[in-house]
């Protein structure tokens, strides 16, 4: 099946930095989602991106199809935006609404 | 309304219980999603509804029983669950799988403690 790789694992900020997070996939994608998973749980949506380019304020995220690889950039970083980053993706051709994640990127923002 | 809400926010229950997850969503979704996440370990597909049947069942054990009685809700009956069953359950929804947009939205998650 597709393999889906995130990179770093771990990353720790200064609040106010700027960082790039990064996506490798394996094989065709006709959904890429970037998700953040606060301390309680929950996964909040951030990109819809199987291609392209998006922002939404301080994020945002670029994929390259061809390539098999999906960066999210934050700037400006805040202790609220700590919390584990998910890529996932939907092979295409795979069974439909099967997202894989990848193992995640833990950010620890500090004040 | 771009919600999915789910009861419990918590359950701890005995191997020899019987309870129910509940999932609900108004957003018109067709599709709707049962996800395990056990601790530092990314979210993992169990089943897939959709327009109410079941799509996909990613070889969950007989003991996770899916029900989806109406397209706006989904639940996921334990009997007999096993201490290694302590998890987050996730629910998620989208737009119908033949739909060429399948951004899918998740509720907050039950987290589940098998004693």
């Known amino acids: 099946g597709i393999q889906v790789e995130q990179s770093p694992p771990d990353l720790i900020l200064q609040e106010g930095a700027n960082s790039t997070l990064r996506c490798n996939f394996s094989?065709?994608?006709?959904?890429l989602q970037w998700f953040h998973q606060n301390p309680w749980g929950q996964l909040i949506n951030l990109f819809y991106?199987?291609?392209g380019t998006k922002q939404n304020g301080r994020l945002s995220a670029t994929t390259v199809a061809t390539e098999r690889y999906s960066l999210l950039y934050i700037s400006s970083s805040q202790t609220t935006d700590s919390g584990v980053y998910f890529c996932?993706?939907?092979?295409?051709?795979?069974?439909?609404?099967?997202?894989?994640f990848g193992k995640g990127t833990k950010l620890s923002v500090k004040p | 309304d771009t919600e999915v809400t789910q009861t419990p926010k918590h359950l701890v229950m005995g191997m020899t219980n019987k309870k129910s997850l509940k999932c609900e969503q108004h957003m018109g979704h067709r599709a709707m999603y049962w996800y395990k996440q056990k601790a530092k370990k990314p979210p993992e597909l169990m089943f897939v509804?959709?327009?109410?049947?079941?799509?996909i069942n990613e070889s969950v054990p007989s003991r996770f029983s899916p029900e989806c009685p109406n397209s706006s809700l989904l639940n996921l009956h334990l009997h007999a669950l096993q201490p290694e069953d302590s998890a987050l359950y996730l629910c998620?929804?989208?737009?119908?799988?033949?739909?060429?947009?399948?951004?899918?939205?998740f509720g907050p998650g039950t987290r589940l403690t098998v004693l």
């Open positions: 996932a993706v939907e092979n295409y051709g795979g069974s439909q609404g099967n997202l894989i």
């Open positions: 094989d065709s994608v006709n959904n």
């Open positions: 509804y959709s327009y109410e049947k079941l799509s």
């Open positions: 991106i199987p291609s």
């Open positions: 998620a929804s989208s737009q119908a799988r033949e739909s060429s947009y399948n951004e899918q939205f």
